[in-house]
């Protein structure tokens, strides 16, 4: 008895559900246009200041398939008719996925202040944060370097992230790979590389680039590359002149000196001759300098 009644009631139970239409028991999502046109009467609703239906009407469109431009239309119209009614959390849910959905969006410039103000809190809550500034790297190029002697290669490296490295790559003209340097870091983001010099001067062409890398290893900058490298020639130093030998200075006094031998010179004349001529004076000469 128990057995038939309940074969009775599930008898019951599925004629009552095929008969119920299939829209009824599974909602749809709206069609392109039927969520279109959802928008379209949701915007004139909340126009004609009917805020409440207009809020239905554009969630239902919301469940549709839109394109980009038409969600954005739905979801400002909803988020302004939910701030005039006053659900300004709902509001701000709102904002929110418009934002994120386009984030250059921008207010009409007549719309009210009370909904200006919850879409610019939301704004700056969900307003990405700037991208880092770039990693920059300013270096000189040497004007050449010395045969023999090792060439200094120095960068300054802006902005590196922490654990970065500045890394040089250099080559002669004779190899054909980059040989690989980690350069010393200094103070200020100074970096320091040390290319050896070359064995003669035929070789003496060396090739190189500056690459900073992140914390990963990934090249984040460089100054040259593998394809377009940076030059300098290594040329032979020059010889070091030869000291010349200093010119003895003459003395300031030498015009007193020839002076002084002149008179002298005369004197021993005047002497000679009055000796040859016999003089009375017993051979006697008598010379009188007066100095002045």
């Known amino acids: 008895m128990i057995y038939r009644r309940l074969t009775a009631l599930l008898c019951i139970a599925g004629l009552v559900a095929w008969q119920v239409p299939a829209s ?29 239906q207009a809020i239905v009407d554009l969630g239902k469109a919301l469940k549709g398939d839109l394109e980009p431009i038409r969600q954005v239309g739905a979801l400002q119209y909803m988020a302004f008719a939910q701030a005039a009614i006053g659900e300004f959390q709902e509001a701000e849910k709102t904002f929110e996925r418009l934002l994120r959905l386009n984030p250059d969006f921008q207010l009409p410039t007549t719309i009210s202040p009370k909904i200006a103000d919850v879409f610019n809190s939301v704004r700056e809550r969900v307003k990405p944060p700037p991208p880092p500034e770039p990693v920059t790297i300013e270096h000189q190029i040497p004007d050449h370097g010395s045969v023999g002697r090792t060439l200094e290669i120095e960068a300054q490296v802006s902005r590196l992230p922490a654990g970065g490295k500045a890394r040089l790559r250099y080559r002669y003209d004779q190899a054909s790979a980059f040989s690989t340097q980690v350069m ?11 290319v050896p010099a070359p064995f003669s001067p035929a070789g003496g062409r060396v090739q190189y680039f500056i690459e900073a890398m992140d914390d990963s290893g990934a090249v984040v900058a460089s100054m040259g590359e593998e394809k377009d490298p940076l030059t300098v020639d290594f040329i032979a130093p020059r010889p070091e002149a030869k000291p010349q030998p200093k010119e003895e200075k003459s003395s300031s006094t030498w015009w007193i000196w020839a002076l002084v031998g002149g008179v002298l010179t005369g004197a021993s004349l005047a002497v000679g001759l009055s000796l040859a001529g016999g003089s009375s004076d017993g051979g006697r000469a008598i010379i009188t300098i007066k100095a002045q």
Do not use: C, F, M, W
Not at 24 to 52: C, F, M
């Open 24 to 52: 009824a028991r599974k909602p749809t999502r709206p069609d392109p246009q039927a969520a279109s046109k959802l928008v379209d009467q949701g915007i004139r609703l909340y126009h004609e200041g009917n805020y409440e």
């Open 184 to 194: 010393s870091a200094g103070r200020g983001g100074r970096y320091t590389g040390r």
